[in-house]
């Protein structure tokens, strides 16, 4: 049987995107968490763009993932903060 997953080698250059609420510091916020999970990310590693109304941001960054249970609990964390609608 062959496994269609994707296969990832770890340590590696991994982009994230996390949309939510527009807030003047959640793109600081999301970076609070990221940094628990990767120390090494700076806001030099992220970028912002509004939605066309301008009630929701989305934050892309990109982390050195280390393995999955990182990237596990990094989603967790954003997930359970209360201000991220969706993490991809």
Request: charged share 25%; proline share 5%; net charge negative.
């Amino acid at each position: 049987m062959q496994d269609d997953k994707p296969v990832i080698t770890f340590p590696c250059s991994y982009p994230i995107k996390v949309l939510g609420e527009h807030g003047e510091d959640f793109a600081s916020y999301v970076l609070e968490i990221v940094q628990r999970h990767d120390p090494e990310v700076r806001e030099t590693h992220l970028s912002c763009r509004a939605s066309r109304n301008g009630n929701y941001v989305s934050v892309n960054i990109t982390i050195t993932a280390t393995g999955t249970d990182q990237l596990k609990a990094l989603f967790e964390d954003l997930k359970a903060s209360g201000r991220v609608s969706l993490v991809l």
